[in-house]
Nanobody, 120 residues
């Protein structure tokens, strides 16, 4: 019911910025909870940020004050503005959607990911 396509990843030096985008196609009128996740090699997938159906946002502690999640009103696009990037932010970043809620295990729809690489 929901298809997601990420873009905007790339390579940047520490301290730099990137903006990830996610195009959302959906066949439901339900306004989904949206999230950005990331996974580095050898690590578990991490929920970086979420934006709920009423636009409330949450962030993992390591990105608070540096990353900002946002969406257009129609929830057709999702963004992640990433500032002050650090090497530990290097990972594959995934856009995800949930029609059930914003719990980390409730995301049923996933994009293919976009790579972010931060060099020191």
């Amino acid at each position: 019911q929901v298809q997601l396509v990420e873009s905007g990843g790339g390579s940047v030096q520490a301290g730099g910025s990137l903006r990830l985008s996610c195009t959302v196609s959906r066949r439901t009128s339900i306004r989904p909870c949206m999230g950005w996740f990331r996974q580095a090699p050898g690590t578990e997938r991490e929920n970086v940020a979420t934006i709920g159906s009423l636009d409330s946002t949450t962030y993992t502690d390591s990105v608070k004050g540096r990353f900002t999640i946002s969406s257009d009103e129609a929830r057709n696009s999702l963004y992640l503005q990433m500032n002050s990037l650090q090497p530990e932010d290097t990972a594959m970043y995934y856009c995800a959607a949930s029609l059930r809620g914003c719990g980390p295990r409730q995301f049923d729809y996933w994009g293919r990911g976009t790579q972010v690489t931060v060099s020191s």
